[in-house]
């Protein structure tokens, strides 16, 4: 596992053990302190909030469920009545495709057509490359900088808008406007 091999035996061992330890109490998953108080205004304003990660649509909703806040699925988009999803809010790289490739980023805005077009959509990451091929398929996106993640080169800083907290989204989407 310190390899992170994708070996399905592996994956379901380590699934396993996720589960128990988060239904035990043992486990919770960590947030930074901006990213409950964030989606619960986003929330609460009327945005509907998907999830895109490298782990599995299962691995995701049971960290989001097992959070240091409480269980954050509510925050999360669970479709609209009569249209067709695949996972609602949660994407991963099977019912998505690869995060580093614009076609992912467009096949989940046409598959959520009912929560605007792609270029009304914003992805975060702390993964520049990411929120290139976000940009390239229409979307607004930043690159979060956060305390133990890689550092961004100046190079990978060019033309990208940076933010180091959830709390800065509203205004750098006002400030960037298209060219996010």
């Known amino acids: 596992m310190a390899q992170d091999l994708k070996i399905s ?22 947030l930074f302190p901006d990213v409950y108080p964030a989606m619960k205004k986003w929330k609460e304003n009327g945005a509907n909030i998907c999830i895109y990660s490298s782990g599995s649509v299962a691995a995701q909703k049971l960290l989001w469920r097992y959070t240091t806040e409480g269980d954050l699925r509510g925050c999360i988009w669970n479709g609209v009545d009569g249209v067709e999803k695949i996972e609602g809010g949660y994407w991963d790289t099977v019912n998505a495709g690869l995060k580093q490739e614009s076609t992912s980023y467009e096949r989940i805005a046409k598959a959520n057509r009912a929560l605007g077009e792609v270029g009304e959509w914003l992805f975060l990451s702390d993964n520049v490359k990411e929120v290139r091929a976000a940009k390239e398929s229409g979307m607004k996106s930043f690159v979060v900088v956060r305390e133990g993640n890689a550092d961004i080169s100046a190079e990978e800083r060019e033309g990208q808008v940076l933010i180091e907290s959830f709390g800065e989204v509203e205004a750098m989407v006002e400030v960037a406007g298209e060219s996010a």
Request: include cysteine; aromatic fraction near 18%; charged fraction near 25%.
């Open 9 to 30: 035996y592996l994956k379901s061992l380590q699934g396993y053990l996720w589960l128990r330890g988060y239904e035990s109490g043992e486990l919770k998953c960590p």
